[in-house]
């Protein structure tokens, strides 16, 4: 394995230990900031760190006029400011480890999307294959939870968690086909727009909530510097590098790391479909994101 292809698996762990972080602390600060202040914080926190990285990189990004903007901008929105409002609304109402099992079937939606957007990425019969076992997946662990007494409410949680997924591999998408920048200057520009949305959204639907207790406050920062803003130059790097299948593996292995932090941190218990429905996505993502051995790096 060359050098480069290494350091890609590098930051692949990266991405998987950010990503699946980022559940128990959202399930932490959620507790006293609601889901529209939690976005715009969280990314008012990630805008000055990427900015500190673009300038230790002696970089710039492109001129406000550039076209480049309004496509990073779309970026931000789909892939950061919608996507968090929805997992920090869905953190409110669902274990962590679940919230981060349904963030695992990104990867199933992003075959499904680079199959259909992506040139190179075209589904074989083993990856449709996949997407149909992933599917189960989401149908197992979505089911029992649509039985319970607040059915109504287990199903608001579950939606949004599926369709802040569902946004996540639209970005993915978007990301492989935006124009060519570096990628903190990318992450930097996803940031900024997306903080903008944030920013207007949390004015428009929530009172500002006072300061939070230091846990919450503590996991807030947190979620800023490590899933939202560093991990967003990896995303970038990676998509960029190898193509948005190959990045979705940190989403599909972050649900094991949230899981095992969700049990030993939050005392979570989850039930046996939970678990069943983790192991039928991490299939199915196995199947759509496997490379036969030749062409292995």
């Not at 290494?6 to 762990?13: E, F, G, H, I, R």
């Not at 976005?39 to 900015?51: D, E, I, K």
């Not at 075209?122 to 662990?141: H, M, Q, Y």
């Not at 949390?202 to 846990?215: S, Y």
Request: some cysteine; glycine content about 10%; charged content about 10%.
């Amino acid at each position: 394995m060359s050098t480069s292809r290494a350091s890609d698996w590098l930051v692949l762990a990266f991405l998987v230990i950010c990503w699946g972080s980022a559940f128990a602390a959202l399930r932490v600060s959620t507790e006293h900031v609601g889901p529209f202040w939690n976005t715009a914080g969280r990314l008012m926190v990630a805008a000055p760190v990427l900015a500190l990285v673009v300038a230790g990189r002696r970089e710039r990004p492109p001129p406000g006029h550039d076209r480049a903007w309004l496509i990073y901008a779309a970026i931000g929105f789909v892939g950061l400011a919608a996507p968090f409002a929805l997992f920090a609304f869905s953190a409110q109402r669902l274990p962590s480890a679940v919230n981060a099992i349904c963030n695992g079937a990104s990867p199933i939606f992003t075959a499904v999307l680079a199959h259909l957007f992506v040139s190179g990425e075209r589904l074989s019969a083993r990856k449709g294959l996949g997407v149909l076992v992933g599917f189960a997946g989401l149908a197992t662990l979505v089911a029992p939870r649509l039985q319970a007494a607040d059915a109504v409410v287990e199903a608001e949680a579950l939606g949004a968690a599926l369709l802040g997924a569902l946004l996540y591999a639209v970005a993915n998408v978007l990301t492989k086909r935006a124009p060519p920048l570096s990628s903190s200057v990318g992450a930097l520009m996803m940031c900024l727009t997306a903080g903008a949305f944030g920013i207007a959204a949390a004015l428009a639907l929530e009172p500002l909530p006072p300061l939070p207790p230091a846990p919450a406050l503590l996991s807030l920062v947190a979620l800023g510097v490590f899933p939202t803003g560093l991990a967003s130059v990896g995303f970038v790097y990676l998509v960029r590098r190898r193509g948005p299948v190959f990045m979705s593996m940190a989403v599909y292995l972050a649900p094991l790391w949230a899981t095992a932090l969700g049990v030993a941190i939050l005392g979570e218990r989850p039930g046996w479909p939970a678990f069943a429905a983790l192991g039928l996505i991490l299939a199915g993502v196995a199947l759509t994101t496997y490379a036969p051995a030749a062409k292995r790096d």
